[in-house]
């Protein structure tokens, strides 16, 4: 499966202003519906906090990826989210945050691992990461991740 399959432009939004991080997971939910494969929004936000609550998904660069495993997850998914000012995401995070992907996978299974280190390895490409807070719109974000 290729990383793109798991967007679409609407799972996408980008120069968002969001304060804190209760702004941010509240768009990155929204988004994530998007996809039609949440069945209870408020259960997917409290399984990204109880992650959050685990361990900052704050990853380096500038860069967050909350992720959440829940029964309210039928199938895998991205959203990503890249915001118009950087913000502290986490008290405890090196950086502040300006793109975020977030990642809804389910209960069962573990491609949500597989996702994750796809994501992570992507990442570590400062040329990759610059074209994305680079491109204009949705679907050349996700032009960007297809390359």
């Known amino acids: 499966m290729r990383i793109t399959e798991l967007f ?5 939004a ?4 969001a304060p804190d991080q209760a702004a941010i997971i509240d768009k990155l939910v929204d988004l994530q519906a ?5 069945t209870d929004k408020d259960a997917y936000k409290k399984a990204l906090y109880a992650r959050e609550a685990e361990a900052s998904t704050y990853v380096d660069n500038g860069i967050t990826v909350p992720h959440a495993r829940t ?6 998914s991205l959203a990503a989210l890249r915001l118009s000012e950087p913000v502290q995401y986490n ?4 950086g502040k945050t300006d793109l975020l992907f977030a990642i809804a996978a389910p209960e069962n299974g573990s491609l ?6 796809r994501m992570m390895q992507m990442l570590m490409n400062e040329d990759f990461v610059e074209k ?4 204009k719109t949705p679907a050349a974000f996700l032009d ?4």
């Open 8 to 12: 679409t432009a609407q799972s996408i």
């Open 14 to 17: 980008l120069d968002v202003a």
């Open 34 to 38: 998007t996809h039609g494969n949440i």
């Open 71 to 76: 029964a309210c997850v039928t199938r895998p």
């Open 91 to 94: 008290a405890d995070d090196d």
């Open 112 to 117: 949500h691992i597989d996702m994750l280190a």
């Open 132 to 135: 994305l807070r680079a491109a």
């Open 144 to 147: 960007a991740i297809d390359a």
